[in-house]
């Protein structure tokens, strides 16, 4: 497609808006009406977050905040999902796909009346996003077949990205926040900081006047296993169809409620406004709703949320427990001996679907139907599956005994402060009982799931990942060699971003890392959705994880908020604040 034809997309992409302030509008469909301004929205969290600097830690509990201070280049539109101009209020795609040169907002400004330009931009991408070292930064997918993508100055409100080669999904990926230079440069490799320094910037006991952001809200006050409350940025860029200046609330809070059964009694007792449920909760809140109580509970099928899944370890420090992990056969004969429909009934009330494979079953763009893949609950296939590999003894207590004499004996890690892993876990360790495979139950808080697996120190885990309308957007993820690919973590590099250890993987995962490397600049979007139709599969037959249920997105606001929309799910977390306002 020649540069000029590009352009012109990306400008008929783009509609009207080409100056700051930009004007939400077009969002009648959902609800969405002209608020009034003022009130104070109070949403559960579910720990303290370890950090408030949001490239410094994978923390989903600093993610939710993160959000609310900061914005991106682009973003989603709330009715559509397709992206969407922000801090970038224009952009054209050049030479091939291979150039981005993105035009910034005029007149935006930091949350302490700084102005926003293209320095904040380049800083935040080179010592955070592209930046190894930056615990939460994302470099691989600045790496194009081992050559790096550039980015540089043009002027002070305009950025160029400059690819070796194209990639399709580029653009849906510059969704990352952008930070203040003019509040972290000592912190940045161009002032002599280390790569790492990064990482202690804005710890948790920093005064909350250094936390600068561009998004709806500042942050006001932190107090550590309480409450974080936000305040309304008087610089806010965007106003609503009326011209009124967003966000209407003039603060948000949010309460650190670790259990899930406490946020439903702070929610009832009219002491949260907001929350997101599970299937096990619907069917007591909805019934109260029917009754009369003062909110709604709004159901919906779900393209983000996240999907649970059990992993084994390939790498497991029992070397005879990673060897029966790291063979196919016995991932396929777990499989049997997961009850799915159980699963949905008891634990989601039936508010939840068969999952996909990396997919989401509603994503019409990528999904491949591998449903039939996960086969039907057997517990005599899953028997018989295992003595076919050579798991046939078993000692006096029926355990099966693995090569070397020892119990087929394993830990499942999960998180004990949610609503769905203690059941889910339950389950498995009943079933699994009944082929031989005992399981002991290892219960920890959800917050430390991902950092664990990371860690290598677990055997088999209870977690899930949130899934995105584009697959290569979860690269880190399913691809081999991926920072979050941590089932197999002989594959990774020693540095995030370098090429993976592909002599370290197994056939079908050389494939998958093939795979994914092809569809990164695959231009043609029917070959791009043959490339991941082609990973789903090879996904559902080797099992690298196996998902388990796809759930709804549920959530329930007091009837004292307008505004809240809830379509295809939460982008993550609690979107759309700016447009929720106080009745």
Known sequence: MHARTLTLLTLALLGTAHAAPKKVTGYGSLGVVSGKSGGTYTLPLGDSPQSLFYYGAIDNNLGLIS?????????????????????AESWT??????????????????????????????????????????????????????????????????????????????????R????????????????????????????????????IGTGPFRLSNY?????????????????????????????????????????????????????????????????KEVAGAPFRVNRSTAL????????????????????VFSDVRFRRAMQSAVNRERII??????????PGHGVAPVNKAFYANTT???????????NSALDAMGLKKRNAAGIRLLPNGQPLELDLTYGTDSAVYPPIATILQSDFAKVGVKVNLKGILSSRLLATGQSG????????????????????????????????????????????????????????????????VEPNAATRKALYTRWQLIFAQNLPVTPIAKPENIGAVSNRYGNYVYNLGVIPGYNPVPLIYQK
């Open 223 to 287: 107090t550590a296993g309480q409450k974080v409350t936000l305040t309304r940025n008087p610089n806010y860029w965007k106003v609503d169809a009326a011209g009124k200046q967003l966000p209407y609330l003039d603060r948000l809070e949010f309460l650190i409620i670790r259990d899930p059964q406490a946020q439903v009694a702070q929610f009832l007792a009219g002491n949260l406004d907001q929350l997101n449920v599970t299937g096990a909760q619907f069917p007591d809140l909805k019934q």
């Open 176 to 211: 990352y926040f952008i930070m203040p230079q003019h509040k972290l440069a000592r912190y940045g490799q161009e002032s002599g900081a280390k790569p790492g320094d990064i990482n202690t910037a804005w710890p948790t006991n920093v005064a909350e006047t250094e936390v």
């Open 67 to 87: 959000q609310q201070l900061f914005d991106g280049l682009v973003e989603f539109n709330l009715a559509t999902y397709k992206i969407e101009p922000a801090l």
């Open 93 to 174: 795609i050049t030479e091939g796909g291979t150039v981005y040169t993105f035009k910034l907002r005029q007149g935006v400004k930091w949350s302490d009346g700084q102005a926003f330009n293209a320095d904040d931009v380049i800083f935040t991408y080179r010592n955070m996003i592209m930046n190894p070292e930056s615990r939460a930064g994302d470099p691989g997918n600045f790496k194009l077949g081992g050559q790096n993508v550039t980015i540089s100055r043009v002027d002070a409100m305009t950025v160029r990205f400059t690819l070796p080669r194209p990639a399709p999904a580029f653009l849906l990926q510059q």
């Open 372 to 382: 039939r893949q996960l086969g039907s609950f057997s517990l005599e296939g899953a």
């Open 304 to 323: 983000f949320g996240s999907p649970p899944f059990v992993a084994y370890n390939f790498d497991a420090k029992n070397p005879a427990l990673a060897k």
């Open 457 to 520: 120190d677990w055997e088999m885990i209870l977690h899930a990942f949130g899934d995105q309308p584009d697959p290569e957007l979860r690269r880190p993820i399913w691809q081999p060699g991926g920072s979050l690919y941590y089932w197999h973590r002989a594959p990774q590099p020693a540095r995030d971003g370098d090429p993976a250890n592909t002599a370290k993987m197994a056939s079908w995962e050389k494939e998958i890392y093939d795979i994914f490397n092809k569809a990164a």
């Open 345 to 354: 009934d008891t634990v989601y009330n039936g508010l939840a679907s068969l």
